[in-house]
């Protein structure tokens, strides 16, 4: 039986989609993942023993809250700003209280390692050009990377985003790693869509989906011309394994497209 690995959630009452836990539909991702929808005024606080987590702001303004530090922070959205993301260990609170209509992303994973709580801010994680020009010019996107082994090695996730630009592919040419992945998807007009593909499953990706990637599954995807498309992208690293760059091995079909000459 194949595995679940793609979801279309909503956000309940309370302003909560659950997207991954550890115990529903898709457990492989180690992870708990959720996105809030904070009205003004709102506060919520995070505290989980054994576990780290990081919070990532989508849109609007917030003001954080950890140890003695606070910090009021904004984003339009994620297509015109680059990342805030507040990320704390074991047993340290976390609190976000909404000063506008916001929306955060809250990544957690089990981890009993203390390290310094940290806020990433653009200047942290600038966005990068990734394939220009490559295969005919269809794989244009840009890429940051909010923390990682190399930026925090007592992490066990990794954090990071890409906003594709109109008809054109990321995650390709098809590659796989044996950590598993998730990606929470949106895009910049409401009826924008995308396609997800999951080693031989392939899913329409819509604003607010995600795909939930077991490790050592390949996971391009495309969006439709017309709509460019962000995705949050999180790895969880396997004990005595964490995610290098270095593990993504690209499906050897496609390898020939490297050299290959395009009109």
């Known amino acids: ?21 550890y115990d529903n539909a898709y457990a492989d991702m180690l992870m708990d993942i959720r996105v809030y929808r904070m009205q003004l005024g709102e506060k919520r606080s995070f505290k989980v023993d054994s ?21 009021t922070v904004s984003r339009r959205d994620v297509f015109t700003d680059g990342p ?13 209280e909404a000063s506008k209509l916001s929306e955060i992303l809250v990544q957690r994973t089990r981890n ?11 200047e ?27 930026i925090q090695p007592l992490s066990n996730m990794v954090l990071g985003e890409v906003v594709n630009e109109p008809g054109n592919w990321s995650g390709y040419l098809p590659h796989r790693h044996p950590q598993p992945e998730t990606y929470y ?5 409401p009826e924008g869509f995308g396609a997800s593909f999951v080693g031989d499953q392939v899913f329409k990706s819509v604003h607010g989906s995600f795909s ?10 495309a969006v439709a011309p017309g709509f460019r498309m962000y995705t949050c992208w999180m790895i969880r690293h396997l004990d ?5 760059r270095s593990d993504c091995v690209e499906d050897e079909r496609y390898t020939w497209l490297h050299g290959a000459k395009f009109d």
């Open 1 to 21: 039986m194949e595995k679940k690995v793609f979801g279309y959630p909503t956000f309940d009452e309370q302003g909560e989609k659950v997207l991954t836990t």
């Open 51 to 71: 576990e780290e987590l990081a919070a990532l702001l989508l849109s609007g303004e917030v003001t954080l809250s950890w140890g003695n530090e606070r910090r």
């Open 84 to 96: 805030w993301a507040l990320h704390v260990s074991t047993g340290a609170e976390a609190i976000v």
């Open 112 to 122: 009993d390692r203390a390290f310094p709580a940290r806020l990433y801010g653009p």
């Open 124 to 150: 942290d994680a600038p966005w990068s050009d990734s394939c220009f020009g490559k295969f005919g010019n269809t794989a244009r996107r840009r890429v940051n990377t909010i923390f990682d082994y190399d």
């Open 185 to 189: 998807f949106m895009f910049d007009r």
């Open 212 to 221: 939930a990637i077991p490790g050592g599954l390949t996971h391009p995807q």
């Open 240 to 244: 005595g394994n964490p995610w290098l």
